[in-house]
Protein backbone atom coordinates (compact mmCIF):
# COMPACT_ATOMS: atom_id res chain seq x y z
CA UNK A 1 0.00 0.00 0.00
CA UNK A 2 1.54 3.36 -1.01
CA UNK A 3 1.37 6.31 1.65
CA UNK A 4 1.86 10.18 0.26
CA UNK A 5 4.33 12.14 0.81
CA UNK A 6 7.49 12.23 2.64
CA UNK A 7 8.71 9.75 5.91
CA UNK A 8 8.51 12.69 7.80
CA UNK A 9 4.28 13.82 7.01
CA UNK A 10 4.00 10.02 8.57
CA UNK A 11 1.32 9.71 11.71
CA UNK A 12 3.26 8.60 14.55
CA UNK A 13 1.46 7.58 17.73
CA UNK A 14 3.90 7.07 20.93
CA UNK A 15 2.22 4.87 23.98
CA UNK A 16 3.74 5.85 27.03
CA UNK A 17 5.73 9.46 27.80
CA UNK A 18 8.61 7.14 30.04
CA UNK A 19 12.37 7.28 28.97
CA UNK A 20 11.84 5.72 26.23
CA UNK A 21 8.22 7.02 25.00
CA UNK A 22 10.09 10.97 25.73
CA UNK A 23 13.04 10.04 24.27
CA UNK A 24 11.33 8.64 20.96
CA UNK A 25 8.97 12.03 20.28
CA UNK A 26 12.25 13.69 20.56
CA UNK A 27 14.31 11.59 18.37
CA UNK A 28 11.86 11.81 15.73
CA UNK A 29 11.32 15.21 16.11
CA UNK A 30 14.67 16.30 15.28
CA UNK A 31 14.76 14.15 12.67
CA UNK A 32 11.85 16.12 11.15
CA UNK A 33 9.09 14.37 11.86
CA UNK A 34 5.78 16.45 11.59
CA UNK A 35 3.18 14.49 13.04
CA UNK A 36 4.22 12.81 17.10
CA UNK A 37 1.12 12.09 19.15
CA UNK A 38 1.98 10.87 22.53
CA UNK A 39 -0.68 8.83 24.84
CA UNK A 40 0.52 8.35 28.62
CA UNK A 41 -1.96 7.51 31.26
CA UNK A 42 -0.97 9.50 33.87
CA UNK A 43 -2.22 12.81 34.25
CA UNK A 44 1.86 14.80 34.43
CA UNK A 45 5.30 12.99 34.35
CA UNK A 46 5.03 12.84 38.09
CA UNK A 47 8.09 10.76 37.74
CA UNK A 48 9.18 11.99 41.65
CA UNK A 49 10.50 8.44 42.32
CA UNK A 50 14.21 7.65 42.76
CA UNK A 51 18.02 8.54 41.68
CA UNK A 52 19.08 7.16 38.37
CA UNK A 53 22.55 6.07 37.16
CA UNK A 54 23.48 8.07 33.49
CA UNK A 55 25.75 6.24 31.88
CA UNK A 56 28.16 7.73 29.06
CA UNK A 57 26.03 5.80 26.28
CA UNK A 58 23.06 7.50 27.53
CA UNK A 59 24.32 10.71 27.42
CA UNK A 60 25.96 10.49 24.52
CA UNK A 61 22.42 10.28 23.14
CA UNK A 62 21.00 13.08 25.35
CA UNK A 63 23.74 15.48 24.52
CA UNK A 64 22.99 14.70 20.91
CA UNK A 65 19.36 15.41 21.09
CA UNK A 66 20.20 18.72 22.88
CA UNK A 67 18.89 18.13 26.33
CA UNK A 68 22.16 17.33 28.14
CA UNK A 69 22.91 20.42 29.59
CA UNK A 70 19.82 20.66 31.87
CA UNK A 71 19.97 17.68 33.20
CA UNK A 72 23.97 18.12 33.68
CA UNK A 73 23.22 21.02 36.13
CA UNK A 74 21.67 18.84 38.45
CA UNK A 75 23.48 15.50 38.20
CA UNK A 76 26.69 14.21 40.00
CA UNK A 77 30.19 12.71 38.49
CA UNK A 78 30.99 9.60 39.31
CA UNK A 79 34.95 9.20 39.44
CA UNK A 80 34.72 6.22 41.90
CA UNK A 81 32.88 2.45 42.80
CA UNK A 82 33.28 1.06 45.97
CA UNK A 83 31.79 -2.43 46.35
CA UNK A 84 31.52 -3.94 50.39
CA UNK A 85 30.64 -6.77 51.94
CA UNK A 86 28.38 -6.89 54.92
CA UNK A 87 26.54 -8.61 56.70
CA UNK A 88 29.48 -10.49 58.20
CA UNK A 89 29.01 -13.38 61.10
CA UNK A 90 30.23 -10.76 64.04
CA UNK A 91 27.72 -8.20 61.92
CA UNK A 92 30.22 -5.19 62.35
CA UNK A 93 31.59 -5.84 58.33
CA UNK A 94 32.30 -2.93 55.90
CA UNK A 95 35.12 -3.78 54.57
CA UNK A 96 35.79 -3.20 50.91
CA UNK A 97 36.01 -5.38 48.27
CA UNK A 98 37.27 -3.63 45.44
CA UNK A 99 37.60 -0.13 44.97
CA UNK A 100 37.03 1.16 41.01
CA UNK A 101 38.29 4.41 39.81
CA UNK A 102 36.23 5.76 37.08
CA UNK A 103 37.74 9.41 36.88
CA UNK A 104 38.88 8.64 33.18
CA UNK A 105 35.41 7.71 32.29
CA UNK A 106 34.96 11.67 30.55
CA UNK A 107 37.88 11.11 28.65
CA UNK A 108 37.91 7.64 27.49
CA UNK A 109 34.32 8.08 26.04
CA UNK A 110 33.89 11.71 25.54
CA UNK A 111 30.71 11.86 27.97
CA UNK A 112 30.62 11.22 31.87
CA UNK A 113 28.97 8.73 34.04
CA UNK A 114 26.75 10.57 36.36
CA UNK A 115 24.11 10.01 38.61
CA UNK A 116 20.71 12.37 38.99
CA UNK A 117 17.15 12.20 39.97
CA UNK A 118 15.14 10.73 37.57
CA UNK A 119 12.83 13.37 37.64
CA UNK A 120 16.03 15.42 36.16
CA UNK A 121 16.33 13.12 33.36
CA UNK A 122 12.31 13.20 32.57
CA UNK A 123 11.94 16.81 32.70
CA UNK A 124 15.06 17.54 30.82
CA UNK A 125 13.50 15.13 28.16
CA UNK A 126 10.08 16.70 28.30
CA UNK A 127 11.41 20.48 28.26
CA UNK A 128 13.82 19.70 24.79
CA UNK A 129 10.25 17.92 23.62
CA UNK A 130 8.00 21.05 24.33
CA UNK A 131 10.52 22.94 22.23
CA UNK A 132 9.09 20.66 19.11
CA UNK A 133 5.83 21.81 17.72
CA UNK A 134 5.43 18.67 15.98
CA UNK A 135 4.58 16.60 19.31
CA UNK A 136 1.05 16.50 20.51
CA UNK A 137 0.72 15.36 24.25
CA UNK A 138 -2.40 13.28 25.35
CA UNK A 139 -1.79 13.53 29.26
CA UNK A 140 -4.11 11.28 31.52
CA UNK A 141 -5.36 9.32 28.60
CA UNK A 142 -4.86 5.65 28.83
CA UNK A 143 -4.04 3.57 25.99
CA UNK A 144 -6.83 0.71 25.88
CA UNK A 145 -5.61 -1.52 23.00
CA UNK A 146 -5.03 -1.78 19.09
CA UNK A 147 -8.06 -2.76 17.52
CA UNK A 148 -6.59 -3.41 13.97
CA UNK A 149 -3.29 -3.86 13.27
CA UNK A 150 -2.60 -3.72 9.33
CA UNK A 151 -2.32 -1.84 7.11
CA UNK A 152 -2.61 1.25 9.46
CA UNK A 153 -2.34 0.47 12.92
CA UNK A 154 -5.85 1.82 15.00
CA UNK A 155 -5.67 2.00 18.53
CA UNK A 156 -8.68 2.80 21.50
CA UNK A 157 -7.38 5.68 23.88
CA UNK A 158 -9.33 7.05 26.67
CA UNK A 159 -9.30 10.41 28.23
CA UNK A 160 -9.53 10.32 32.20
CA UNK A 161 -12.82 12.30 31.30
CA UNK A 162 -13.99 11.37 28.77
CA UNK A 163 -15.58 8.58 26.25
CA UNK A 164 -12.90 5.96 24.65
CA UNK A 165 -12.28 7.19 21.15
CA UNK A 166 -9.87 5.21 17.71
CA UNK A 167 -7.27 6.96 16.45
CA UNK A 168 -5.37 5.27 13.18
CA UNK A 169 -1.45 6.21 12.82
CA UNK A 170 1.13 5.14 10.05
CA UNK A 171 3.42 3.99 12.54
CA UNK A 172 2.42 3.08 15.97
CA UNK A 173 6.15 2.81 18.61
CA UNK A 174 4.85 1.24 22.17
CA UNK A 175 6.73 2.33 25.33
CA UNK A 176 4.53 1.40 27.83
CA UNK A 177 6.82 -0.38 30.25
CA UNK A 178 7.16 -3.58 32.04
CA UNK A 179 3.53 -4.19 32.06
CA UNK A 180 2.72 -3.32 28.47
CA UNK A 181 -0.48 -4.26 27.01
CA UNK A 182 0.94 -3.47 23.66
CA UNK A 183 3.23 -6.62 24.14
CA UNK A 184 0.19 -8.90 25.41
CA UNK A 185 -1.92 -8.09 21.99
CA UNK A 186 1.57 -8.24 19.67
CA UNK A 187 2.56 -11.34 20.83
CA UNK A 188 -1.30 -12.77 21.09
CA UNK A 189 -1.77 -11.78 17.39
CA UNK A 190 1.37 -14.28 16.14
CA UNK A 191 0.02 -17.02 18.75
CA UNK A 192 3.21 -16.49 21.29
CA UNK A 193 2.66 -17.01 24.74
CA UNK A 194 3.21 -13.55 26.84
CA UNK A 195 5.31 -14.85 30.01
CA UNK A 196 6.36 -12.32 32.52
CA UNK A 197 8.48 -13.68 35.27
CA UNK A 198 8.36 -12.65 38.79
CA UNK A 199 12.02 -12.68 39.54
CA UNK A 200 11.38 -13.59 42.83
CA UNK A 201 13.12 -10.21 43.75
CA UNK A 202 12.09 -7.12 45.06
CA UNK A 203 13.56 -3.23 45.62
CA UNK A 204 13.33 -1.03 48.39
CA UNK A 205 13.91 2.67 47.49
CA UNK A 206 15.09 5.17 50.34
CA UNK A 207 16.14 8.58 49.59
CA UNK A 208 18.25 10.77 52.76
CA UNK A 209 18.69 14.13 52.99
CA UNK A 210 21.70 15.61 53.16
CA UNK A 211 21.17 17.70 56.09
CA UNK A 212 20.73 14.75 57.92
CA UNK A 213 23.40 12.95 57.02
CA UNK A 214 26.10 15.39 57.92
CA UNK A 215 25.94 14.86 61.57
CA UNK A 216 26.90 11.99 61.39
CA UNK A 217 31.04 12.05 59.74
CA UNK A 218 30.95 8.19 58.69
CA UNK A 219 28.02 9.26 56.38
CA UNK A 220 28.22 12.61 55.47
CA UNK A 221 31.72 11.29 54.10
CA UNK A 222 29.37 9.36 51.61
CA UNK A 223 26.72 12.01 50.66
CA UNK A 224 29.59 14.59 50.08
CA UNK A 225 31.55 11.79 47.71
CA UNK A 226 31.47 11.39 44.14
CA UNK A 227 31.17 7.34 44.78
CA UNK A 228 28.39 4.93 43.87
CA UNK A 229 28.74 2.22 46.62
CA UNK A 230 27.39 -1.37 46.66
CA UNK A 231 27.18 -3.30 49.63
CA UNK A 232 26.41 -6.77 49.38
CA UNK A 233 25.74 -9.89 51.19
CA UNK A 234 23.60 -13.21 50.60
CA UNK A 235 20.80 -12.54 48.16
CA UNK A 236 20.53 -8.65 49.19
CA UNK A 237 22.41 -6.10 48.54
CA UNK A 238 22.45 -1.90 48.59
CA UNK A 239 23.01 0.37 46.18
CA UNK A 240 23.89 4.00 46.61
CA UNK A 241 25.06 7.77 45.28
CA UNK A 242 24.22 11.03 45.54
CA UNK A 243 21.57 13.07 43.07
CA UNK A 244 20.33 16.35 43.16
CA UNK A 245 23.28 18.29 43.89
CA UNK A 246 23.99 16.26 46.38
CA UNK A 247 21.28 17.55 48.49
CA UNK A 248 19.88 13.42 48.48
CA UNK A 249 21.31 10.12 49.24
CA UNK A 250 19.24 7.63 46.90
CA UNK A 251 19.67 4.10 47.90
CA UNK A 252 17.97 1.12 46.39
CA UNK A 253 18.14 -2.05 47.10
CA UNK A 254 17.59 -6.15 46.17
CA UNK A 255 16.27 -8.42 48.38
CA UNK A 256 14.10 -11.94 48.07
CA UNK A 257 10.65 -10.44 47.57
CA UNK A 258 9.10 -12.31 50.69
CA UNK A 259 6.40 -9.18 51.06
CA UNK A 260 4.54 -10.11 48.14
CA UNK A 261 5.62 -6.15 46.53
CA UNK A 262 3.07 -4.62 44.64
CA UNK A 263 4.49 -3.90 40.88
CA UNK A 264 6.31 -0.60 40.44
CA UNK A 265 4.06 2.35 39.42
CA UNK A 266 5.14 4.45 36.88
CA UNK A 267 6.03 7.28 39.62
CA UNK A 268 7.97 4.61 41.58
CA UNK A 269 6.13 5.06 44.64
CA UNK A 270 4.74 1.95 45.62
CA UNK A 271 4.86 1.83 49.70
CA UNK A 272 6.98 -0.40 52.04
CA UNK A 273 7.40 -0.91 55.72
CA UNK A 274 10.17 1.15 57.51
CA UNK A 275 10.15 -1.89 60.24
CA UNK A 276 9.99 -4.36 57.40
CA UNK A 277 12.96 -3.34 55.61
CA UNK A 278 14.59 -2.90 58.99
CA UNK A 279 14.17 -6.48 59.54
CA UNK A 280 15.36 -7.83 56.03
CA UNK A 281 18.76 -6.12 56.35
CA UNK A 282 19.00 -6.42 60.36
CA UNK A 283 22.38 -8.18 59.72
CA UNK A 284 23.77 -5.73 57.82
CA UNK A 285 26.82 -3.65 58.98
CA UNK A 286 25.90 -0.87 61.63
CA UNK A 287 26.71 1.71 59.00
CA UNK A 288 23.95 0.34 57.16
CA UNK A 289 21.69 0.44 59.99
CA UNK A 290 22.14 4.22 60.93
CA UNK A 291 21.07 4.95 57.26
CA UNK A 292 18.06 2.99 56.92
CA UNK A 293 17.06 4.15 60.60
CA UNK A 294 17.31 7.91 58.92
CA UNK A 295 14.25 7.58 56.71
CA UNK A 296 10.70 8.82 58.01
CA UNK A 297 7.72 6.32 58.37
CA UNK A 298 5.86 6.47 55.50
CA UNK A 299 8.84 7.40 53.08
CA UNK A 300 9.82 3.68 52.20
CA UNK A 301 8.99 2.40 48.87
CA UNK A 302 8.93 -1.12 47.31
CA UNK A 303 8.24 -2.85 44.24
CA UNK A 304 8.70 -6.07 42.65
CA UNK A 305 11.28 -6.62 40.44
CA UNK A 306 10.07 -8.09 36.84
CA UNK A 307 11.37 -9.40 33.86
CA UNK A 308 10.11 -11.26 30.70
CA UNK A 309 10.52 -14.11 28.37
CA UNK A 310 12.54 -13.17 25.40
CA UNK A 311 10.43 -12.08 22.86
CA UNK A 312 10.15 -13.56 19.49
CA UNK A 313 9.84 -10.28 18.28
CA UNK A 314 8.84 -6.60 18.48
CA UNK A 315 7.63 -5.84 15.09
CA UNK A 316 4.05 -5.99 13.57
CA UNK A 317 3.27 -4.41 10.37
CA UNK A 318 4.22 -0.99 11.56
CA UNK A 319 4.04 -1.10 15.03
CA UNK A 320 6.89 -1.66 17.17
CA UNK A 321 8.03 -1.73 20.56
CA UNK A 322 10.53 -0.35 22.85
CA UNK A 323 12.23 -0.42 26.45
CA UNK A 324 10.70 -2.31 29.07
CA UNK A 325 8.00 -3.45 26.95
CA UNK A 326 10.74 -5.54 25.16
CA UNK A 327 13.10 -6.29 27.31
CA UNK A 328 12.82 -5.54 30.93
CA UNK A 329 16.19 -5.86 33.17
CA UNK A 330 16.70 -6.61 36.66
CA UNK A 331 18.54 -3.03 37.56
CA UNK A 332 22.25 -4.71 38.37
CA UNK A 333 23.87 -2.94 35.13
CA UNK A 334 21.66 0.37 35.76
CA UNK A 335 21.20 0.41 32.20
CA UNK A 336 16.99 -0.10 32.04
CA UNK A 337 16.40 3.43 30.88
CA UNK A 338 19.91 3.91 29.26
CA UNK A 339 18.40 0.60 26.62
CA UNK A 340 15.16 2.51 26.13
CA UNK A 341 16.57 5.51 25.56
CA UNK A 342 19.11 3.86 22.77
CA UNK A 343 15.94 2.32 21.47
CA UNK A 344 14.44 5.53 20.45
CA UNK A 345 17.51 7.10 19.22
CA UNK A 346 17.65 4.09 16.84
CA UNK A 347 14.21 4.01 15.87
CA UNK A 348 14.98 7.59 14.57
CA UNK A 349 17.87 6.58 12.70
CA UNK A 350 16.37 4.16 10.99
CA UNK A 351 12.91 5.81 10.67
CA UNK A 352 14.55 8.63 9.00
CA UNK A 353 16.29 6.14 6.08
CA UNK A 354 13.41 5.06 5.06
CA UNK A 355 13.62 5.22 1.18
CA UNK A 356 10.02 5.12 0.75
CA UNK A 357 6.45 5.16 2.84
CA UNK A 358 4.96 2.26 2.14
CA UNK A 359 3.94 0.24 4.57
CA UNK A 360 6.30 -2.59 3.45
CA UNK A 361 9.19 0.00 3.64
CA UNK A 362 8.06 0.84 7.15
CA UNK A 363 8.05 -2.66 8.14
CA UNK A 364 11.23 -3.26 7.43
CA UNK A 365 12.60 -0.63 8.56
CA UNK A 366 11.39 -1.25 12.20
CA UNK A 367 12.97 -4.60 11.64
CA UNK A 368 16.30 -3.10 11.03
CA UNK A 369 16.02 -1.25 14.65
CA UNK A 370 14.72 -5.15 15.77
CA UNK A 371 18.17 -6.54 14.42
CA UNK A 372 20.22 -3.34 15.52
CA UNK A 373 19.27 -3.65 18.92
CA UNK A 374 18.07 -7.17 19.88
CA UNK A 375 21.65 -8.78 20.48
CA UNK A 376 22.50 -5.86 22.78
CA UNK A 377 19.51 -5.88 24.95
CA UNK A 378 19.40 -9.81 25.05
CA UNK A 379 23.57 -9.42 25.92
CA UNK A 380 22.70 -7.06 28.81
CA UNK A 381 19.35 -8.46 30.44
CA UNK A 382 21.40 -11.58 30.85
CA UNK A 383 24.80 -9.87 32.16
CA UNK A 384 22.45 -7.92 34.66
CA UNK A 385 20.78 -11.67 35.82
CA UNK A 386 24.08 -13.13 36.10
CA UNK A 387 25.86 -10.22 37.75
CA UNK A 388 23.07 -10.14 40.41
CA UNK A 389 23.34 -14.10 41.08
CA UNK A 390 27.81 -13.36 41.69
CA UNK A 391 26.27 -10.40 43.94
CA UNK A 392 24.24 -12.60 46.08
CA UNK A 393 26.03 -15.51 46.66
CA UNK A 394 25.66 -17.38 50.04
CA UNK A 395 28.90 -19.03 52.29
CA UNK A 396 30.44 -21.36 50.26
CA UNK A 397 33.16 -21.67 47.92
CA UNK A 398 31.55 -19.94 45.08
CA UNK A 399 31.52 -16.52 47.41
CA UNK A 400 35.51 -17.07 48.25
CA UNK A 401 35.93 -17.11 44.62
CA UNK A 402 33.84 -14.29 44.08
CA UNK A 403 35.98 -12.43 46.76
CA UNK A 404 39.50 -13.61 45.46
CA UNK A 405 38.24 -12.21 42.28
CA UNK A 406 37.18 -8.99 43.91
CA UNK A 407 40.50 -8.22 45.66
CA UNK A 408 42.79 -9.50 42.45
CA UNK A 409 40.61 -6.76 40.50
CA UNK A 410 41.74 -3.81 43.25
CA UNK A 411 44.68 -4.65 41.74
CA UNK A 412 44.43 -5.51 38.36
CA UNK A 413 41.56 -3.12 37.56
CA UNK A 414 39.60 -5.49 35.46
CA UNK A 415 37.24 -8.37 36.06
CA UNK A 416 35.19 -6.98 38.43
CA UNK A 417 32.99 -9.61 39.54
CA UNK A 418 30.33 -6.81 40.42
CA UNK A 419 29.89 -6.31 36.27
CA UNK A 420 28.38 -2.94 36.36
CA UNK A 421 31.79 -1.53 37.72
CA UNK A 422 34.35 -3.48 35.95
CA UNK A 423 36.18 -1.39 33.21
CA UNK A 424 35.97 -3.81 30.76
CA UNK A 425 31.91 -4.27 30.97
CA UNK A 426 32.08 -1.05 31.06
CA UNK A 427 34.01 -0.47 27.73
CA UNK A 428 31.75 -3.33 25.88
CA UNK A 429 28.79 -0.76 27.25
CA UNK A 430 29.74 2.53 27.32
CA UNK A 431 31.85 3.14 23.86
CA UNK A 432 28.60 1.62 21.49
CA UNK A 433 27.28 3.96 19.52
CA UNK A 434 23.96 3.38 18.67
CA UNK A 435 23.12 6.01 16.57
CA UNK A 436 26.09 5.96 14.61
CA UNK A 437 25.82 2.09 14.15
CA UNK A 438 22.42 2.25 12.78
CA UNK A 439 23.86 4.95 10.22
CA UNK A 440 26.67 2.49 9.37
CA UNK A 441 24.35 -0.41 9.14
CA UNK A 442 21.37 0.44 7.85
CA UNK A 443 21.63 -0.37 4.14
CA UNK A 444 22.98 -3.57 4.95
CA UNK A 445 20.36 -4.70 6.97
CA UNK A 446 17.79 -3.16 5.49
CA UNK A 447 18.64 -5.15 1.70
CA UNK A 448 18.88 -8.30 3.48
CA UNK A 449 15.29 -8.14 4.77
CA UNK A 450 12.59 -9.77 3.16
CA UNK A 451 9.37 -8.07 4.78
CA UNK A 452 6.49 -10.14 5.41
CA UNK A 453 3.90 -6.73 5.32
C1 LIG B 1 15.32 -0.35 41.27
C2 LIG B 1 15.55 0.11 39.86
C3 LIG B 1 16.64 0.91 39.60
C4 LIG B 1 16.92 1.32 38.30
N1 LIG B 1 18.03 2.06 38.06
C5 LIG B 1 18.35 2.40 36.79
C6 LIG B 1 19.55 3.14 36.51
O1 LIG B 1 20.32 3.48 37.41
N2 LIG B 1 19.84 3.43 35.20
C7 LIG B 1 19.01 3.07 34.18
O2 LIG B 1 19.33 3.35 33.01
N3 LIG B 1 17.85 2.38 34.43
C8 LIG B 1 17.50 2.04 35.69
N4 LIG B 1 16.35 1.35 35.94
C9 LIG B 1 15.49 0.91 34.82
C10 LIG B 1 14.62 1.98 34.24
O3 LIG B 1 13.91 2.70 35.20
C11 LIG B 1 13.62 1.39 33.23
O4 LIG B 1 14.28 0.40 32.48
C12 LIG B 1 13.12 2.49 32.30
O5 LIG B 1 12.33 3.40 33.04
C13 LIG B 1 12.33 1.91 31.13
O6 LIG B 1 11.79 2.95 30.34
P1 LIG B 1 10.47 2.72 29.49
O7 LIG B 1 10.19 4.01 28.81
O8 LIG B 1 10.59 1.49 28.69
O9 LIG B 1 9.35 2.42 30.58
P2 LIG B 1 8.84 3.37 31.72
O10 LIG B 1 9.83 4.39 32.07
O11 LIG B 1 8.32 2.44 32.78
O12 LIG B 1 7.61 4.14 31.06
C14 LIG B 1 6.41 3.52 30.64
C15 LIG B 1 5.36 4.61 30.54
O13 LIG B 1 4.20 4.10 29.89
C16 LIG B 1 3.06 4.54 30.57
N5 LIG B 1 1.99 3.58 30.31
C17 LIG B 1 1.95 2.29 30.67
N6 LIG B 1 0.82 1.71 30.23
C18 LIG B 1 0.12 2.69 29.58
C19 LIG B 1 -1.13 2.71 28.92
N7 LIG B 1 -1.91 1.61 28.84
N8 LIG B 1 -1.55 3.86 28.36
C20 LIG B 1 -0.78 4.99 28.43
N9 LIG B 1 0.43 5.01 29.06
C21 LIG B 1 0.87 3.87 29.62
C22 LIG B 1 3.48 4.59 32.03
O14 LIG B 1 2.64 5.42 32.80
C23 LIG B 1 4.90 5.13 31.90
O15 LIG B 1 4.94 6.53 31.90
C24 LIG B 1 16.05 0.93 37.23
C25 LIG B 1 14.91 0.17 37.51
C26 LIG B 1 14.66 -0.25 38.80
C27 LIG B 1 13.46 -1.12 39.06
Known sequence: MKMDGQATDLRIAIVGAGMGGLACALALAKKGFKHIDVFEMASDLGFVGAGIQLAPNLVRILTRLGCWDSIDGESTDVLEASIRVTASEDGASNQELTHVTMNNIRKKYGYPHCTGHRASLAGGLYEACKRESSITWHFGCTFEGIDQFVPKPTISVKPRNGDAYQIQCDILLAGDGVKSRARTQLLARIGAPGVVEDTGQAAYRIMLPREKMLA??????????????????EKRHWIAYPVA???????????????????PTATYTTKGSKKDMLDVFSDFCPLIQRMLDMVPDGEVCEWKLRVHKPLPTWVYGTIALLGDACHPTLPHLNQGAALAIEDAAVLAEVLSRAPDTTTKTINKCLKVYELLRKDRTTTLVDL???????LHLGEGQAKAERDKLFMAAKQSGKDVPDKWASPDVQEMIYSHDCMKIAG??????YQGLDSEG
Request: net charge negative; proline share 4%.
Open 216 to 233: DPEIAELINGNQVTRWIG
Open 440 to 445: ERFDEL
Open 384 to 390: AASSGRT
Open 245 to 263: GKTIYNMSSTQPDTHFAAA
